[in-house]
């Protein structure tokens, strides 16, 4: 067996993974199985993902640091359908920056723009979810009465280096309004108007 049955093998035994399956046997996993988790989930299809470019490219793993794609020349940040129906909001209030990353684990940023945190705060902005305030000469976003009604609260946040902070934090509700509007916010990053959905 040379590499790239290996690699074959071991791309189908991660899809099968992914998908809640044991590939040893063909059968459904529990739903409490860690690969059903849906983070787990997500990482074993974006390593099936890699994993199948590497295969289509005959086992030979492109891109060396000059030929990377510069991002001015990347595709504009989008999401296919089934991407999209992939994005589940977490069980606790997340900050926008970590929302954000969920979306974009689920592209391949070699070859597309990642969305930017900054484009999905002025989208609320614009839209009446967030304001802007100040404090001490700097200003702070903060939810508007239809932002907490979406779920967008204040609230503490722990930073990595141990100091507990205010700021926007984002419900599971507000997490999924997001990912809801994720094609009119993707429109929106390209300089297209977009009205939000209800």
């Known amino acids: 067996m040379n590499d790239l049955d290996i ?8 899809e099968s993974m992914a998908k809640g399956i044991n590939p040893l046997t063909g059968e459904e996993l529990p739903d409490a199985d860690i690969v059903n988790n849906v983070r787990i989930s997500r990482c074993l299809f974006y390593v099936s993902d890699v994993l199948k470019k590497v295969i289509d490219n005959g086992g030979e793993v492109q891109k060396n640091s000059a030929g990377k794609i510069r991002n001015k020349d990347k595709a504009p940040f989008a ?8 994005l589940e909001p977490d069980r606790k209030a997340l900050s926008l920056s970590k929302t954000v990353s ?4 689920l592209i391949d940023d070699n070859v597309m723009q990642k969305l930017k945190r900054s484009v999905v705060s ?4 614009q839209r009446g979810f967030l304001k802007e305030i100040t404090i001490n000469g700097r200003n702070y976003l903060n939810p508007t009465a239809e932002g907490e009604a979406a779920g967008i609260y204040l609230g503490n946040y722990n930073t990595p280096e141990g ?3 205010k700021m926007c934090l984002y419900s599971p509700e507000a997490q999924q309004f997001i990912f809801d ?3 009119v916010i993707a429109d929106f990053a390209r300089g297209e108007s977009g009205d939000a959905e209800e």
């Open 7 to 14: 690699m074959k093998r071991a791309q189908s035994y991660i």
């Open 181 to 183: 509007n994720i094609d």
């Open 79 to 86: 999401l296919t359908d089934e991407q999209s129906k992939e």
């Open 163 to 165: 100091n507990t902070v």
């Open 102 to 105: 969920m979306i974009n684990a």
């Open 122 to 125: 002025e989208w609320l902005y």
